[in-house]
C-alpha cells in the first residue's frame, strides 16, 4: 500500500505579497536567508540581522526569492 498524505505540495507563500523579515543567514551566492512560514526565502543585497520589507517575486517548489520594498 502506497500512502499519499506527504503533506502539502504547494509553497505558504505567493509572488506579490509583501512581508516584514529578519535575515537569518546569508546563502553561497551571497543572498539574505530568511523564512516566511517556515519556508525559505532568498533576498539579494541583504545581511544577516537586517530587518526588512520584501515582495516575493518568484515561488519554486522548495523556496523563493524576494526584493526589498
Not at 509583501?18 to 539579494?44: A, C, M, N, Q, S
Request: cysteine-free; hydrophobic content about 35%.
Amino acid at each position: 500500500m502506497f500512502r499519499t498524505d506527504e503533506g502539502p505540495k504547494t509553497a505558504p507563500i505567493q509572488e506579490g505579497e509583501e512581508y516584514d523579515v529578519k535575515i537569518e543567514d546569508v546563502g553561497k551566492e551571497g543572498d539574505g536567508i530568511t523564512r516566511v512560514e517556515g519556508f525559505v526565502v532568498f533576498v539579494p543585497d541583504t545581511q544577516v540581522g537586517d530587518e526588512v520589507k520584501v515582495r516575493i517575486t518568484s515561488v519554486r517548489r522548495r523556496f523563493a526569492f524576494a526584493e526589498k520594498v
